[in-house]
């Protein structure tokens, strides 16, 4: 079955940087697009940012446009959010999650099909 899994989480202090990775197995993980979501406590699920089937086209929520960068390893399948300049407003579980509709780009959480269980990041001092 479809399986995703996060890691890379922790606690950080301000300013610091964290790479996020997702591993996927139990399908065709060049099929998918991936996209990173993150949900702080209260709050809604936020997209962050989508990578499309072959890494070539990106698109980041302005919020984390200039700091978060998306890429993938399609031979290793794996994704990463590498996130730099840390905040403490970027404290939230981080999702991925990847989605099939050809020429997507989706950054709906409601689009997307199979998601990984989260892994917890902490900006803190």
């Known amino acids: 079955q479809v399986q995703l899994v996060e890691s890379g989480g922790g606690l950080v202090q301000p300013g610091d940087s964290l790479r996020l990775s997702c591993t996927g197995s139990?399908?065709?993980?060049?099929?998918?697009?991936m996209g990173w979501f993150r949900q702080a406590p209260g709050k809604e699920r936020e997209f962050l940012a989508v990578?499309?089937?072959?890494?070539?086209?990106?698109n980041y929520e302005d919020s984390v446009k200039n700091r978060f960068t998306i890429s993938r390893d399609n031979d290793k399948r794996v994704m990463y959010l590498q996130m730099n300049s840390l905040k403490p407003e970027d404290t939230a579980v981080y999702y991925c999650?990847?989605?099939?509709?050809?020429?997507?780009?989706?950054?709906?959480?409601?689009?997307?099909?199979?998601w990984g269980q989260g892994t917890q990041v902490t900006v803190s001092s």
């Open positions: 999650a990847i989605e099939s509709t050809i020429g997507g780009l989706r950054r709906r959480p409601d689009e997307y099909d199979y």
């Open positions: 139990g399908y065709s993980f060049k099929d998918y697009d």
């Open positions: 990578i499309s089937r072959t890494g070539g086209r990106t």
